[in-house]
């Protein structure tokens, strides 16, 4: 067979990723508050967009839209892409398998209030609803998630903290001078965030050439620092810090905590004997010992709690249905200033001008519409979740049905991976409280019952943990008997399973949970 070059025609399908495509996937996953920055950084960088100067925007008047006409016509003149054609540049299906543009998107004007999207579901329908649910769920007060000013004391919650370091640096400052000081700086940068030093004394004396002695007074000198306990090499060291803080270092005390094992344990009677003291006695240094701080440096310093914004909304209608609404205050409204491109035009006698503004106005364009996109998509997605998982509205979190990502795509017919990406990182508030999406998928759990439906696994781990908080001394549920009230109650589940769920909610086992009980009983005795 002679070899030689040829050509061959072939024909295949492959996903192109154009950037603006990408960016719309990237908008779906941010949170409003993300978006909330992406959107300033769009301002900076494009002079066509600007946000509202309020919520009361009325529609466009003549001018607006004679401005609007004028730059398109000036647009088609150019011979440039118009913001449609830019916008569905890629391939419609793929566009539509990524993230599902909702009803009349493709019409929606360009100066739109993407934030205002009001869907009402009442018995399984999903129709436009009323703009506002204000009264309801407080979208425009101070209630959680919404705009306005900070509660009392978000302000101190939320303003910048000394660490623990600076805090110990400054009383060392006061404390010591000369060699000392630099002892200190180096013990101090040994100690951890939970307060003990985290390492050996030694490696201190050997980095600074000096004697192991002066660096363990200087370690003496800073356990007097605040707060107290702070700078211990152990639990004992640091429990017995702050007992004599307290003048209780008795020596029946020091005992107690030189045989910290045997608390853990319960070993009661053993207790007794080494510090030679009563029940009575016993049940007081217990009592005193658990008012201690085992980790006294996390009160300085640790990572600033973070407020949890709501993304959507969802209240009770007084028809009985649900309503579902994004949480509109945390985002700005966002316009295109049409009149200002065609003034820039009009100026603009340079090729080079004349692109870069045609560019702007067609990422104007399709950012105002990716974002109203973005809005459609995920109150589509949160209003079949609530459909979903209606039982849980309604009646709270034993009626949490199984779902799965799968079951919301097909129902609205999306792809599995866009409704992902609506469900990653945001949350929902309603009556029963602030939930993160992702909480409502939850796999299923077989119910013993001929002809019940499987139940969440989530409702599971909430019978679990209602169990194990209701146990009294004398009545400590193994796994075992949790499988069988979990089965007389119609939850088909295996021992390994309660116990994997057990882990789950950070709850001791059976064991673990008897020595607590039994030392909450020497206590209150």
């Known amino acids: 067979m002679a070899l030689g070059p040829r050509l061959d025609l072939r024909q295949s399908q492959q996903l ?18 993300e978006l909330e920055s992406f959107i300033v950084g769009e301002i900076e960088k494009n002079p066509l967009l600007e946000p509202a100067a309020g919520d009361g925007d009325g529609p466009a008047t003549d001018d607006d839209r004679r401005a609007a006409n004028e730059a398109d016509a000036a647009r088609a003149g150019d011979g440039g892409e118009g913001p449609d054609e830019a916008f569905e540049a890629s391939d419609p299906t793929t566009a539509d398998q990524l993230m599902a543009t909702g009803d009349g998107a493709a019409d929606a004007p360009l100066d739109v209030d993407y934030n205002a999207e009001t869907f009402h579901h009442d018995s399984g329908s999903d129709v436009p609803g009323q703009p506002g649910l204000d009264g309801g769920l407080g979208l425009n007060g101070t209630a959680a998630g919404g705009g306005g000013e900070l509660p009392d004391g978000f302000e101190s919650m939320l303003s910048a903290e000394a660490s623990l370091h600076d805090h110990l640096t400054t009383q060392a400052g006061a404390a010591f001078r000369g060699a000392d000081l630099i002892i200190a700086q180096h013990i101090i940068d040994m100690i951890d965030d939970a307060g003990y030093v985290d390492g050996p004394l030694a490696d201190v004396a050997a980095r600074l050439s000096c004697d192991l002695a002066d660096v363990e007074r200087v370690l003496k000198v ?3 620092f605040e707060p107290t306990g702070v700078g211990a090499r152990s639990l004992a060291e640091c429990l017995k810090l702050q007992a004599r803080e307290a003048d209780r270092c008795d020596p029946a005390m020091a005992r107690l905590l030189d045989n910290l094992p045997l608390l853990a344990r319960g070993d009661l009677s053993a207790l007794r004997r080494i510090c030679g003291v009563d029940q009575e006695d ?9 008012t201690y701080n085992p980790t006294p440096g996390l009160a300085y310093g640790g ?10 909304y969802v209240a009770r209608t007084p028809s009985g249905g649900w309503a579902v609404e994004l949480n509109s205050a945390t985002l700005p409204k966002l316009l295109v200033n049409r009149s200002y491109y065609v003034e820039l035009a009009a100026g603009a006698k340079a090729r080079e001008a004349r692109n870069y503004l045609s560019d702007c106005l067609a990422s104007a364009n399709w950012l105002v519409k990716a974002l109203d996109q973005r809005a459609r998509t995920i109150v589509k997605v949160a209003t079949e979740l609530v459909r979903q998982q209606q039982a849980f509205f309604d009646q709270g979190v034993h009626h949490l049905k199984p779902l799965n990502l799968r079951a919301i795509a097909e129902a609205i017919g999306m792809h599995e991976s866009t409704v992902s990406r609506v469900t990653s990182n945001k949350y929902l508030s309603c009556d029963r409280g602030l939930f993160e999406l992702k909480y409502f998928f939850t796999s299923a759990i077989q ?4 002809g019940e439906d499987a139940v ?7 019978r679990i943990r209602a169990l194990i ?3 009294t001394a004398g009545s400590i549920l193994s796994d075992d008997k949790l499988v069988e009230v979990l089965r007389a109650e119609g939850f088909d589940i295996a021992r390994r399973t309660v116990a994997k769920y057990r882990e789950a909610l950070g709850l001791g086992s059976s064991v673990q949970r008897r020595r607590a009980a039994l030392l909450a009983g020497a206590c209150a005795a």
């Open 16 to 33: 192109v990723m154009t950037p603006q495509l990408q960016q719309a996937i990237k908008l779906l996953t941010l949170t409003n508050l």
């Open 222 to 224: 800073i356990h007097g």
């Open 282 to 290: 016993l049940s007081d240094m217990i009592r005193e010992l658990r």
């Open 303 to 312: 990572e600033r709690s973070s407020v949890v914004v709501p993304d959507i």
């Open 447 to 450: 119910s013993s019952e001929a």
């Open 456 to 462: 969440s696994s989530e409702a599971v781990k909430t």
């Open 469 to 471: 908080a209701a146990e």
